[in-house]
C-alpha cells in the first residue's frame, strides 16, 4: 500500500505544480489584453472580456469570479470555499475547502480520483480502483481492485480483510450486493451470504444447496428444485414484533412448472400453480389472476388495491377498471392509466408518452417525444409551492431551472440529454460544444448571454450592463457611476455620471 500512497502524493504535487505552470502560461498569453481592464469602475474592477481569447467575469449563478482562456479549453471558477479549473475535455480539478472534499478527472470517465476528508478513491474506466481513508465504521478500510480478477481489501479491523484471484481462490465481504463471498476454481465451488440465508453453489448455476433462519432449500437447475421456510418472527426499529412470511417453492423443469404456497404464517395465503406457456394461477384473499397462453391472456381481480383487469393479449389491449386503477390501452396506438398517485398516457408509441407521480411532498410530470428527442419534466414541492424545470430537445438545447428559480440555456447539447443533471459532464465536455449559454439569476436580477465563447457576451445586473464583441473590439459598460465605450481597445466614451446630492 506504501506504493499507492506514494503515487497519491505524487498525483497532488504534479498536480499542483501543473496548475502553477498553466496559470502562468496562460495568463501571460492573455496579459497584454488584461492590461486594458485597470482602469474599469468598481464593481468591474477586475473584468475583462476579449472574447475566445481571455475572459475574466463575475458569476451570474453565484458570488465568485470565472476565467475563460483558449476558448472552451481553459476555464477556472471560484464561488465561496469552491474552486475548480479545467482543460476540457482532458482534465478538471475542483476542490471545496468547507467540506474538505473534491475530485480530479482526466478524460471523463476513463480516469478519476476523489477524496472527502481522508478517504480517497482512484478508479481507471471502472476496471482498476483503489480506495481508502478512514470510513463511517473507523475501520480504515484501503482497496485495490482490477476487475473482475483481483480484489484485495485490508482493515485494521481484521474481520473485514479479504483477498480473492477470480476464478481461482478468494474471498469478498460486502461486495458484488453480498455480505460475504467465497469461491474455488469458480464456477466449481461457490458460497454466498447474504443476511442469514448462505448459497452453497457446485458447479454453478446448476447445484444450489441453501438455507437460513427457518429455510432450507436445494436444486438440480433447471430440472428439478424444492426449497421450504416456516414463518418466522423479528423485531422491528419501533420494538414491535413483526412476521416474516414463510413459503413453500417447487419448480420441475423451470421455467415451465412450478407451484408455490406463499404467505404461510399470515392471513393472506396465496397459491401459484402454472404450467407455462398453457396457463398460469395466482390464488389468495387479497388477489385472483388466471392467465392462458402466458402471458398473453389475463384475468385479473386485485380486492387489495380495487380493480378488475382483462388483458387481451397482453400487452397489446389492456382494460382494467375500479378504484385502485384505470387502464385503457390499444398498443401502440394509445394508452391512458392512472389511480389516485400515478398516470401514465401515450399516443403512437413512443411518438408520445407522459407520466406523472403525485406523492407528497413532490409532484413529478415528465413528457417525452420519441424517447429522448424532446424531454419536459416539472418537479413541483406541494408544501412550499416551488418548482424546477427541465427541458431538453436533443442535440440542439438543454434548459434547466432550479426550486430557487435560478435557470441555464445551453445551446448544442450531445450527451446533456442521456445523463441529466451530471456535473462531470457538465464539468468536462459541456464546455466544448456550448455554443450559446444564458443564466438568470432572479434573487439578484443579474442575466448574462455568451455566443462561441464569449465572442459576444451581455450581462445585465440592476446596476451595471456590459457587451463585448468580437474579441472586445466592441465594449460598452454603463453602471451608476459612468459610461464607457471602447472601440479597438481605445477610449471613445467616457462619461461620469453626476450624483444627485440632497
Known amino acids: 500500500m506504501d506504493f499507492i500512497h506514494n503515487i497519491l502524493t505524487i498525483h497532488k504535487s504534479v498536480c499542483r505544480q501543473s496548475w502553477h505552470a498553466w496559470q502562468i502560461l496562460l495568463i501571460a498569453v492573455a496579459f497584454s489584453f488584461s492590461a486594458n481592464a485597470q482602469n474599469s ?19 451570474t449563478i453565484g458570488d465568485g469570479w470565472r476565467t475563460e482562456i483558449a476558448g472552451p479549453f481553459f476555464y477556472k471558477q471560484r464561488d465561496d470555499s469552491e474552486k475548480l479549473w479545467a482543460l476540457p475535455p482532458f482534465f478538471s480539478h475542483e476542490a ?12 471523463y470517465p476513463i480516469l478519476t480520483y476523489e477524496y472527502f476528508g481522508t478517504q480517497r478513491r482512484w478508479q481507471f474506466i471502472q476496471l482498476f ?32 480483510n479479504y483477498t480473492a484471484f477470480f476464478p481461482f481462490y478468494g474471498t469478498l465481504k460486502d461486495r458484488l450486493f453480498r455480505d460475504e463471498i467465497h469461491f474455488v476454481m469458480f464456477p466449481i465451488y461457490g458460497q454466498t451470504r447474504k443476511h442469514d440465508v448462505t448459497n452453497y453453489n457446485y458447479v454453478y448455476p446448476f447445484f444450489n444447496l441453501r438455507h437460513g433462519d427457518g429455510m432450507s432449500g436445494w436444486q438440480f437447475w433447471p430440472v428439478v428444485g424444492a426449497e421450504h421456510k416456516v ?20 419448480f420441475a423443469l423451470w421455467p415451465i412448472h412450478f407451484w408455490q404456497n406463499n404467505g404461510i404464517g399470515t392471513t393472506n395465503r396465496e397459491k401459484v400453480r402454472a404450467d407455462l406457456p398453457l396457463y398460469y394461477l395466482d390464488r389468495s384473499p387479497m388477489r385472483d389472476q388466471t392467465t392462458v397462453l402466458w402471458p398473453f391472456f389475463s384475468w385479473i381481480n386485485d380486492r387489495q388495491n380495487k380493480y378488475r383487469e382483462w388483458e387481451l393479449p397482453y400487452p397489446f389491449i389492456v382494460i382494467a377498471r375500479g378504484e385502485g386503477k384505470t387502464t385503457t390501452r390499444f398498443f401502440p396506438l394509445f394508452s391512458r392509466a392512472h389511480n389516485a398517485s400515478k398516470e401514465s398516457d401515450f399516443y403512437l408509441w413512443p411518438l408520445y408518452t407522459f407520466k406523472a407521480v403525485h406523492s407528497d411532498p413532490l409532484d413529478r410530470e415528465r413528457t417525452r417525444i420519441l424517447f429522448y428527442l424532446f424531454q419536459n419534466t416539472m418537479d413541483k414541492n406541494t408544501e412550499t409551492g416551488k418548482s424546477k424545470r427541465r427541458v431538453d430537445l436533443w442535440p440542439l438545447f438543454v434548459y434547466h431551472r432550479d426550486f430557487n428559480g435560478d435557470n441555464r440555456l445551453q445551446i448544442i447539447a450531445p450527451l446533456e440529454t442521456f445523463v441529466p443533471d451530471n456535473p462531470d459532464i457538465e464539468r468536462n465536455w459541456s464546455p466544448l460544444w456550448s455554443i450559446w449559454r444564458s443564466e438568470n439569476n432572479p434573487q439578484t436580477d443579474s442575466h448574462s448571454q455568451s455566443l462561441l465563447w464569449n465572442l459576444y457576451r451581455h450581462e445585465k445586473s440592476p446596476d451595471r450592463k456590459e457587451f463585448s464583441f468580437l474579441f472586445g473590439i466592441f465594449q460598452y459598460q454603463s453602471d451608476a457611476a459612468q459610461k464607457k465605450l471602447r472601440l479597438f481597445f481605445i477610449p471613445v466614451i467616457n462619461s461620469h455620471r453626476q450624483m444627485a446630492t440632497k
Open 231 to 250: 414463518a418466522t418472527y423479528r423485531t422491528n426499529n419501533w420494538g414491535d414484533a413483526e412476521t416474516i412470511p414463510g413459503h413453500d417453492h417447487y
Open 129 to 160: 480502483a483503489t480506495s481508502g481513508g478512514d470510513d463511517p465504521d473507523n475501520s480504515g478500510k484501503h482497496r485495490v481492485t482490477i476487475f473482475p480478477f483481483y480484489f484485495y481489501q485490508h482493515s485494521t479491523n481484521s474481520e473485514k
Open 41 to 59: 469602475s468598481t464593481n468591474a474592477q477586475n473584468e475583462f472580456v476579449a472574447g475566445p481569447i481571455f475572459s475574466k467575469f463575475p458569476l
Open 96 to 107: 471545496d475547502s468547507a467540506t474538505d472534499s473534491g475530485k480530479d478527472d482526466f478524460l
